[in-house]
């Protein structure tokens, strides 16, 4: 796998290596050695599966609050989104920025994602899934997010959600 930086400190995007013949292609998802070896998180304690059965639903912009503040390993298994990471951290030299990513199944690309940024993704086919590992346990009472179209953030979606949950929707608007 090869681990690519992005525009946000901590964040990779990280990329399949597959070895392809006749049969196919294998090609391994998570090495713990690998993510060690670049400084990253190497031990995942939680995996995780999201559903979403229609296009233009929108899930996000979600996060952990410190103790439980945790990385993500992200990863589009079925369908295609748009995945979108926001810098969070006030002390970040990419602090809310953000940076888009087109995941799909046929895709060779996984997040990497830091403690400290918000996360979502926004469907751009029916019957997605998309595969988390995360390095803490989900706590409810920890659980954060910012509003998806926050202008302290300005995200360029590709196209207007249809479907945002309440959650989503009631989250406050960050403030400097």
Do not use: N
């Amino acid at each position: 796998m090869r681990f690519e930086p992005t525009r946000i400190a901590g964040l990779f995007a990280v990329r399949l290596e597959p070895a392809v013949d006749e049969r196919g292609s294998f090609a391994r998802l998570f090495c713990r050695d690998s993510f060690a070896a670049q400084g990253l998180a190497d031990v995942f304690v939680q995996a995780s599966l999201s559903v979403t059965r229609r296009a233009a639903t929108l899930r996000g912009l979600h996060f952990q609050r410190a103790p439980h503040a945790e990385v993500k390993l992200v990863r589009c298994v079925r369908g295609a989104i748009f995945d979108v990471v926001a810098d969070l951290r006030a002390d970040s030299p990419s602090y809310l920025r953000w940076q888009g990513f087109d995941l799909a199944q046929a895709g060779d690309v996984a997040l990497y994602i830091p403690q400290g940024c918000a996360h979502g993704f926004l469907t751009r086919t029916d019957d997605c899934e998309v595969l988390y590992q995360m390095s803490t346990p989900y706590v409810a009472e920890a659980a954060s997010g910012v509003r998806f179209d926050d202008p302290a953030l300005g995200v360029a979606w590709p196209e207007m959600p249809r479907l945002v949950a309440d959650r989503d929707l009631a989250w406050p608007p960050i403030r400097r």
